[in-house]
């Protein structure tokens, strides 16, 4: 589960100056086993509001809560566990340039602690699910965007994380991938993991009937909400951030030493 409660985030200005507000006052609940789209125009803050799902970035106003963990109170040693349980498809893939397509498949299980007898199985079958079988041994630049693309959603899926968000996870695909890997993440949500993801596709969204949420200029402008009782189940009604209470700003992203740890295995 995910909640926002008055959550904003305003980049850093490498100037030292103000720095850009990305996104304002977001207020909605995701309820576990929730599968939701997020559309918006380019520059809207989509990719901003999936890292700060991923807990790859802290809002820098209000209070967000992700699979029970409240952000703006987490040590930061709390982060590298908590991002483990969930999968992230990125915009840009980041597939690690020097690994086979198994090993960065093969990644979370083995930072997860599993043994090498116990992954190959589901490594292979999930390189199966996306058609990529026969080039496991192939670098990533060996492989052409769409399939980094589906090595970067088998690597975000492999560990059957409880939340998993992914940023434009089709965008490379040919509309056949596309409903295929849209077909594995739905398959995923039925067996409990949240799902959210990010698309400039309608078709897609027509395709797949979800909540949409939508976001323009930072802004949520609108949320055809899930179903009101499973949320009100949830708890959806906090109470908003104390006021004047002011979150650490700072970003923890790339610069995340144990962030680093994690994707360099
Ligand atoms: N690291 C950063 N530092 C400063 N500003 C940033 C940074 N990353 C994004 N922004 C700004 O934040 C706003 C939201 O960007 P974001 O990448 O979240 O948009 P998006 O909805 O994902 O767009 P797209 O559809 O093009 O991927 C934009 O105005 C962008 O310029
Ligand atoms: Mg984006």
Request: aromatic fraction near 6%; charged fraction near 25%.
């Amino acid at each position: 589960m995910v909640r926002f409660s008055d959550a904003g985030l305003r980049y850093p200005d490498p100037a030292g100056g103000e720095g850009q507000v990305a996104l304002h006052g977001l207020r909605f609940f995701l309820p576990p086993g929730s599968f939701t789209w997020l559309t918006g125009a380019s520059g809207a803050g989509k990719t901003t509001l999936l890292r700060l799902m991923q807990c790859a970035l802290r809002p820098s106003e209000g209070e967000i809560e992700v699979l029970g963990v409240r952000l703006s109170r987490a040590r930061r040693s709390a982060l590298p566990p908590l991002r483990r349980r969930i999968g992230a498809v990125f915009q840009d893939y980041r597939l690690l340039p020097y690994l086979n397509a198994f090993d960065n498949v093969a990644l979370p299980l083995r930072l997860a602690g599993r043994l090498e007898s116990s992954l190959r199985a589901d490594v292979t079958e999930i390189l199966r699910w996306v058609g990529l079988a026969s080039r496991a041994d192939a670098l990533p630049q060996q492989l052409s965007g769409g399939e980094q693309q589906r090595v970067a959603i088998a690597r975000a899926v492999v560990a059957r994380p409880e939340l998993l968000v992914a940023d434009e996870p089709t965008g490379n695909l040919d509309p056949r991938q596309a409903h295929r890997t849209l077909a594995l993440l739905t398959e995923m949500n039925r067996l409990g993991t949240t799902v959210v993801i990010a698309t400039h596709s309608q078709e897609l969204v027509d395709a797949f009937p979800a909540p949409v949420m939508r976001l323009s200029h930072g802004r949520l402008v609108s949320f055809e909400g899930h179903d009101p009782g499973e949320v009100e189940a949830y708890g959806a009604e906090t109470s908003p951030p104390a006021p004047g209470s002011k979150n650490e700003t700072e970003p923890d992203d790339e610069a995340d030493p144990d962030e680093e740890d994690e994707r360099n295995g």
